[in-house]
């Protein structure tokens, strides 16, 4: 199994130890399908500097996030709604960046974790 790149995952499987295995499979299907979809919705505020979207879609992707103790892109993504917050458009285009990548590692994390729940 590899290592795991953003996911805490001593502290993603004590979250979700008393979940049923088809429920975690379930969270972690809904959250790699609509990946794509919220990072185009983020990239479009930020394009069309819509701090209300930018801080909006943020948010709802900081809560979806927050279920997998994945600090990096928790982080980045609470940034991004801080930015969207206080209308601050410095280094969105970075941090952004930044933002997809850490995402896309989690979603990796989750692919590979999704293999044990299906054993």
Not at 70 to 77: G, R, S, T, V, Y
Request: charged letters at 35%; hydrophobic letters at 45%; aromatic letters at 8%.
């Amino acid at each position: 199994m590899a290592a795991m790149k953003v996911i805490d995952k001593e502290a993603f499987l004590d979250t979700f130890q008393y979940f049923d295995k088809p429920i975690v499979l379930e969270i972690i299907d809904i959250f790699i399908q609509e990946q794509p979809e919220r990072l185009e919705r983020i990239s479009i505020a930020i394009t069309n500097l819509d701090f209300d979207a930018l801080k909006f879609d943020s948010h709802s992707l900081k809560g979806v996030i927050a279920n997998f103790v994945a600090e990096k892109p928790l982080q980045l993504a609470k940034t991004m709604e801080m930015k969207g917050t206080e209308k601050d458009n410095s280094e969105l285009d970075l941090l952004f960046s930044e933002l997809k990548s850490a995402t896309c590692d989690l979603v990796d994390d989750l692919k590979s974790l999704r293999q044990e729940f299906e054993e």
